[in-house]
């Protein structure tokens, strides 16, 4: 039998060769987002293993990638999502900006796997022109605002689940020019019966969050719910 020394020796040459095998693959394939993404997974060790927003800050550069940051800076997501500054949050709240646009524009689209949908999304909008960004920011703004100002007097938010605080943020953005006139009370009240759907409850929130069934259940039933002026 092989001592321990060269076992291990033998062992590292191996997955240096599979990473180089893989380095090569990259060169070749440098258009091809998924299999890249796949890639960085792969080559993904260390003490601190880069998580899935992180991957795509690397891979899918361009506007849109710029702009998702600059959102993350928005007084009234900061007040919402209580970011420190200086805190390091690895992209966590800026996934979070991305399902908010991925889901309002194609929830229709979702299968359920979240991370092909999210590079499938980021892929598509990489390099978004101005007029489209500013499109993108006025809806973002708005909603935070709305959020902040009526539903949470200008404090954080509630402790609350990820899925529960997307479909509020996709409810509210659906129903922004109704919002708008609404008041405070009235976008509590809205947002009380939300959490008594069934597509809220303990059971349902406990497991399979990203299924595409529950997933659209939610966004649509928060879609209704801040409907109900």
Not at 150 to 176: C, S, W, Y
Not at 183 to 199: P, Q, V
Not at 203 to 208: E, R, Y
Request: charged letters at 25%; hydrophobic letters at 40%.
């Amino acid at each position: 039998m092989l001592d321990r020394k060269v076992h291990q020796q033998l062992l590292n040459f191996r997955r240096l060769a599979s990473n180089a095998r893989l380095l090569h693959q990259i060169n070749a394939l440098q258009t091809h987002s998924h299999f890249l993404f796949t890639i960085f997974h792969r080559l993904n060790t260390g003490g601190m293993k880069l998580n899935n927003q992180e991957i795509r800050n690397c891979i899918f550069l361009g506007t849109f990638n710029d702009f998702l940051k600059q959102c993350n800076k928005n007084n009234y997501w900061v007040i919402l999502q209580d970011i420190e500054p200086g805190k390091v949050y690895r992209f966590t709240k800026i996934e979070l900006i991305l399902r908010f646009f991925a889901f309002y524009d194609d929830l229709s689209k979702y299968t359920g796997k979240l991370a092909r949908f999210l590079n499938d999304y980021m892929e598509n909008n990489r390099d978004l022109s101005n007029s489209e960004i500013i499109e993108k920011e006025t809806l973002f703004n708005s909603t935070v605002k709305i959020l902040c100002e009526k539903l949470t007097d200008n404090r954080q938010v509630e402790k609350m689940p990820i899925a529960v605080f997307e479909a509020v943020m996709h409810g509210v953005a659906v129903n922004l020019p109704k919002l708008q006139e609404v008041s405070s009370s009235s976008m509590k009240k809205m947002y009380s019966r939300l959490k008594g759907d069934n597509s809220f409850s303990e059971i349902t929130l406990k497991g399979g969050l990203s299924d595409k069934e529950k997933v659209i259940g939610r966004m649509r039933a928060a879609e209704k719910y801040f409907s109900e002026v």
